[in-house]
């Protein structure tokens, strides 16, 4: 595990330590978590722009409504 030091306002430190409080957590521990969610809302970005692919198709399995039905579905409102 590597140590670093950070350097956060104070309302925002404040936030944090009443946080891992009430979580009975470390300040360390909530903010290995704060980093941890804010890591995985970000997806990893592709090597090159020329890299990436169009993603193939789902296979969503069978229409529960036959084609001749489509145009009225799409339509209706709730």
Do not use: C
């Amino acid at each position: 595990m590597t140590r670093t030091q950070i350097q956060l306002p104070d309302p925002l430190y404040r936030r944090l330590k009443e946080l891992a409080e009430r979580h009975d957590w470390s300040l360390a521990e909530a903010v290995r978590r704060g980093v941890e969610l804010l890591i995985h809302s970000y997806p990893e970005a592709p090597a090159s722009a020329s890299a990436w692919k169009l993603p193939g198709p789902f296979d969503f399995g069978e229409f529960k409504a036959p084609v001749s039905d489509w145009r009225q579905l799409a339509n209706e409102r709730e």
